[in-house]
């Protein structure tokens, strides 16, 4: 392939990863901006306190979907463009830096806290709810329910919290599958 192709493929590419990564932002700032409201608002309905769950989780399905899709991005040009850019390695120094601080963190901190706005807005939701569930004195199991339940909720932020923060697993996969592509397309062409 023709060096000045090459260098539009990189560069259209390296956009698109620029596009993602300023949605998954303003995602991000949307979801806190409409949970502090939300948790401002002063209200009677008790159920008002669990709604941000309704606005974090499904912002961060969306943030995971644009981290995985910059980590496609991000291998495909690493395995397939940057090889042939003599000079041009921003993904493979970045890559070769990750994982550099991933080792040098491994043994200091076992748990990311990258994207912990969302575990803590979730937290926040719960307490306040809690406080309102005062009157709620655990009688039967519906009231063990409406107290415990929404830490279901909890649970399921802090799962996608950890799949935001697998980035670098998911780029690592990615080249994987895009050098196995390579090896088939090579193979083809013989």
């Given amino acids: 392939m023709d060096k000045e192709l090459i260098c539009k493929e ?5 956009g698109e990863i620029e596009k993602k990564i300023e949605l998954q932002n303003n995602l991000l700032i949307f ?3 409409a949970t502090i409201i939300t948790i401002a608002v002063e209200s009677e309905n008790l159920l008002l306190y669990l709604f941000p769950f309704f606005i974090i989780i499904p ?3 969306r943030i995971t979907y644009y981290r995985k899709a910059i980590a496609r991005i991000s291998a495909y040009m690493i395995v397939f463009l940057e090889p042939k850019l003599n000079g041009i390695s921003w993904e493979t120094r970045n890559l070769q830096l990750n994982r550099r601080n991933d080792e040098e963190k491994k043994d200091k901190r076992k748990i990311k806290l990258d994207y912990y706005e969302c575990p803590l ?10 406080c309102e569930c005062k009157a709620y004195q655990l009688r039967n199991f519906e009231d063990l329910v409406k107290m415990a339940g929404p830490v279901f909720l909890i649970a399921i932020v802090i799962y996608l919290t950890y799949r935001i923060n697998e980035f670098s ?5 990615m080249m994987n599958s895009w050098k196995n592509i390579e090896v088939i397309e090579k193979r083809v062409k013989k």
């Fill in 10 to 14: 990189y560069e259209i590419l390296h």
């Fill in 31 to 33: 979801m806190v901006t």
């Fill in 59 to 61: 912002t961060m399905n």
């Fill in 121 to 130: 807005l979730s937290v926040v939701c719960y307490l306040l709810y809690l």
């Fill in 169 to 173: 697993k998911d780029r690592e996969a």
